[in-house]
């Protein structure tokens, strides 16, 4: 399968440099390997002094960069739907240039230059895909907005066709307006499918994001919280590149001011990101530009370590099940690591649970054993959520032997919940067969 990595960071911490540096190391190390760029404000053609197009362009062996042209792959995928707004706007007089203003989804744009990524890790052409993300803030929306999104079509997909079904005919009759044909629900229906796919693969196995910060206080603390928001919405962070390090060599008195200052900020950051590893990178005379260069600047920082492995920290959600007195009982547990209790706020909304960091938000559908219980408590301890489901009261009590104790995945529960309500449609089938012969 293809690696993907995803570098991130505050504006100008250089993490277009590490995305970089990393894809050329890639190269060299024998890995066909294509480094792109998500940043509506592209600079990785700087970073190798090359001409960089929309396509894979080869500037060294095995090395290929790309530029997304995300305006292209926007009208490709929201064209239909794009079109179709843009007649409704029309036909109440809006003009066309606010028309075609309006009709822009936010955030569209970006998102959709992601389905690059996903297209390149289909073909099976790359070994490694390294992605030069936008700054973090913008980071963070990006990658929450395919689960976001996905959620609002599949709400609104099934409703409003049926609707749109039903009222057709009358509607036709006695207004101008023109009627969503079915090219526009299945353009939605791919945009549903598309968003579902990213969503796949960036928070599988295979694909990993990484934060790259410099040693100063405010630089640290929004990595922090993004490692706690990335975390939110169920994506792996398998490292942290702290650039411009000054070496301690060699230092007069005024950079041996900085040094001291930097290593109490680097030990702060190791305490934080344990077990992360911290890949640090010294303070250069000037930016490394061009393949040599970057290639360099690699070697130095990961040292003898492969940036290429599969990441092995666990980061996706799990539940645990096992009997009290009062019943079968789930814990859902996530990881949240450096969250506080005073920036988290849960709430349950139907088979939905909704957790909230700080101005961050996830909605959570809960598999079918969790939906059908209550939530009897939850706690943030030593960066990990959990969320206990009790029966509702008027469950039945499940004997012990029923249920196997012990942990298991997301998937396990959801197993287990399907055969639970088939033994519960079961019971209802033979109460009323009970119902039916009684006098």
Not at 200 to 205: E, K, R, S, V
Request: one cysteine or more.
């Amino acid at each position: 399968m293809t690696r993907v990595l995803l570098y991130t960071g505050k504006g100008g911490v250089g993490k277009t440099t590490s995305a970089a540096g990393t894809a050329t190391l890639a190269a060299l190390r024998g890995l066909r390997t294509l480094v792109l760029s998500t940043d509506a404000a592209h600079s990785l053609s700087d970073a190798f002094d090359s001409q960089v197009g929309p396509e894979p362009t080869e500037i060294d062996d095995l090395l290929f960069v790309q530029q997304i042209d995300a305006q292209r792959k926007f009208e490709r995928s929201w064209g239909d739907i794009q079109a179709y707004l843009r007649s409704v706007l029309h036909m109440v007089g809006v003009d066309p240039i606010e028309a075609e203003e309006l009709t822009v989804l936010p955030g569209a744009a970006e998102v959709l230059a992601l389905l690059e990524v996903r297209d390149h890790v289909r073909s099976g052409r790359w070994d490694v895909i390294v992605v030069d993300c936008a700054p973090t803030a913008e980071t963070l929306r990006l990658l929450a907005l395919p689960e976001a999104l996905n959620w609002y079509l599949d709400r609104i997909f099934n409703a409003e066709r049926k609707m749109m079904r039903t009222f057709r005919p009358f509607l036709s009759r006695g207004s101008s307006l023109p009627m969503p044909d079915d090219t526009v629900f299945d353009a939605l229906r791919r945009l549903q499918n598309d968003l579902a796919d990213i969503r796949t693969l960036l928070a599988g196995p295979d694909a990993s994001v990484r934060l790259v910060l410099t040693p100063e206080a405010v630089v640290v603390a929004e990595a922090r919280r993004s490692l706690t928001r990335l975390s939110l919405y169920g994506y792996r962070v398998d490292g942290v590149v702290a650039n411009r390090v000054f070496p301690a060599a060699g230092a007069d008195t005024w950079r041996r001011q900085w040094v001291a200052a930097q290593r109490g900020i680097l030990e702060e950051v190791a305490d934080s990101f344990r077990p992360l590893p911290i890949w640090e990178s010294p303070y250069r005379v000037c930016e490394p530009v061009g393949v040599e260069e970057l290639a360099a600047f690699a070697v130095e920082m990961y040292g003898g370590d492969d940036p290429f492995a599969r990441a092995t920290d666990e980061t996706s959600l799990w539940v645990d099940r096992h009997i009290d007195t009062d019943g079968r009982t789930y814990t859902l547990t996530m990881p949240l690591p450096l969250a506080s209790a005073d920036e988290l706020e849960l709430a349950r909304h139907g088979d939905e649970l909704i957790i909230t960091v700080g101005s961050y938000r996830r909605v959570l559908p809960l598999p079918a054993a969790l939906a059908r219980g209550v939530v009897a408590g939850a706690r943030l301890d030593d960066g990990r959520l959990q969320v206990r489901f009790a029966p509702r009261e008027t469950a039945r009590p499940v004997p012990a032997a029923e249920v196997p104790s012990g942990a298991g995945p997301l998937e396990s529960a959801q197993e287990l919940a399907q055969g639970l309500t088939a033994e519960y449609h079961e019971q209802l089938a033979r109460r009323e067969a009970a119902l039916g012969k009684a006098p």
